[in-house]
């Protein structure tokens, strides 16, 4: 069974920052998680580039997999940049849990699918996932260091945790 390389992706920090909300707002007087402007398209053209190189999936991990209305902004937003094929889930909410013990749990259950991962979040309570967390900076958001890393981990080839 063909394995593959996952993407497990925070929004807010990751695809969008404090920088890109200030510009929005300077720019268009509205917030930044408006409809049109939950994304950089900065942060989404890295991303891409990744899931391209890399024939990566993408699997949620932003609190908005909680709210199916904004998740769908979501996707109609970025469905020209990186097809929706490519997101193939959620991580399950657990009660108490950080984020990083809800993607633990995501690669436990579908291990066998699993060739190699990274998560990027600017929070840093994904710790339990070794070298596998890229921590990004809710300043800039998705950055080109953060893709190296990326690419780094994804040429090792199997999964190092």
């Known amino acids: 069974m063909e394995k593959y390389n996952i993407i497990f992706l925070d929004i ?6 404090t920088n890109y909300m200030i510009k929005v707002y300077n720019e268009t007087g509205k917030r930044w998680s408006s409809e049109k402007n939950l994304v950089d398209p900065y942060c989404l053209n890295l991303l891409r580039g990744l899931v391209e190189e890399f024939d990566a999936y993408i699997v949620i991990t932003s609190t908005i997999r909680k709210n199916e209305k904004l998740l769908n902004i979501f996707y109609n937003m970025i ?3 990186i097809p929706l094929n490519r997101f193939i889930g959620v991580t399950k909410s657990l009660p108490n849990q950080s984020r990083g013990i809800e993607i633990e749990e995501y690669i436990n259950k579908h291990d066998y699918l699993i060739n190699n991962f990274v998560a990027f979040d600017d929070d840093g309570d994904l710790d339990n996932l070794g070298d596998n967390f890229i921590q990004t900076q809710n ?3 998705l950055q080109e260091e953060d893709i190296f890393k990326a690419k780094s981990i994804f040429q090792n080839k199997t999964k190092t945790r």
């Open 12 to 17: 807010d920090g990751v695809l969008n920052s």
């Open 79 to 81: 469905k020209s940049e």
């Open 139 to 141: 300043k800039f958001g």
